[in-house]
């Protein structure tokens, strides 16, 4: 009950922090074909924010990085995740079914992905590296070779526990170990001609095996674990039947909205963990449902939440290293380590306008000029012959 109470507390502080950074950063709502998938987007990256922010409660106590032994705050993070795999899956194979008829260029699809997802990477380890300099005195601490191992890892998304950097103790923690999700994305960007083919879309064969070949490297070097990529096959199950149109609007319907917050929380009450079979099934079944176009009440579609969505990507980076500073510098280990329920989460309830208005920053400033890059150089690749 006390979470509870802390909870809504925190989603307060949420609602105030996007309504004031809107008025201080402005940015514009991106027409797109699913806005409800868009608002989506912006509460799952909270989530993790969450998710991680109740780890370090308990990591400030017994100096373990364990995941959460509540239901709630586990399905935050795991359910979370599931979720983002399920709408990459969903986009992307839409993008393939609707490419049937025409020639996909698949270098300039990867280099879309680059310009998009490593820029905002890159500023968010540049961070990392600055602060794991200052901790160890911008001295090399370890041999140059480890040293650029290490570092080669961290700018390729292979952050594990014990790869740390300039030999910085847990270096994983200046950024809550967000990324171990981009290598599982970036295996699906490269398995995608592979799955062109199930969909009967000519792909040339040297394309083919050289991206298959790069996917396959990619979980090989991450040690990627076959568990994870079951949310991806409920997204292309989803890409198939919205793009039959096999519901129509019927899931639009409110009832809809009320069987998927029942599934839900019968997925967070009944099991503790979102990366077993029942809770990725209902994942996805919960997903269709919003990408037939049931907005929950218009909270999904609403301006508020697809612009708090445009900022995902930023949120998700930027809060690991942001709970780190505050717990570290500014309050100390030893102090937060004595910190009451009632005072540890009024600062993570302090933490959120920072984290809205830096991530919306960097999405203006970083992401979207990235975004504009991308899609002009994707258009002069297509006048090509």
Known sequence: MTFTIYLVFILFALIISVLLTNKLVKIDVVDVRYPEIDGLRGYLAFFVFLHHSYIWRF??????????????????????????????????????????????????????????????????????????????????????????????????????????????????????????????????????????????????????????????????????????????????????????????????????TFLAIILIACSIYFFNSGRKPIPIIITSIVFIIIASGNNFFGILSSAFSRKFGQITYSIYLLHGTLLFVVFYFIIGFERAKKLTDLEFWSIIACCVFPLIFISQLAFKYIEHPMMELAKTKLKSSAKKP
């Open 59 to 256: 990591f400030l106590q017994s100096g373990e990085w364990n995941e959460p032994k509540s239901n709630l705050f586990n399905h935050f993070g795991q359910t979370t995740v599931a979720f983002f795999f399920v709408i990459t899956a969903f986009l992307f194979t839409l993008k393939l079914i609707n490419s049937k008829n025409k020639k996909i260029n698949w270098r300039a699809y990867i280099s879309a992905r680059a310009y998009r997802l490593f820029p905002m990477y890159l500023v968010s380890v540049g961070i990392i590296f600055f602060i794991a300099g200052y901790l160890t005195n911008f001295t090399s601490k370890i041999p140059l070779f480890e040293n650029i191992k290490s570092i080669l890892s961290w700018l390729f998304f292979n952050v594990k526990k014990g790869l740390n950097i300039n030999g910085l103790e847990d270096s994983y923690l200046l950024n809550a170990g967000v990324t171990w999700t981009l290598p599982y994305e970036w295996a699906f960007y490269f398995l995608l001609p592979l799955i062109a083919l199930f969909f009967k879309i000519k792909t040339n064969y040297k394309t083919l095996i050289l991206f298959t070949a790069t996917a396959a490297l990619i979980m090989i070097i991450n040690g990627s674990s076959l568990r994870h990529f079951f949310p991806f096959l409920g997204g292309i199950i989803a890409a198939v039947l919205i793009n039959k149109n096999i519901f129509g609007s019927v899931l639009k319907q409110k009832k809809y």
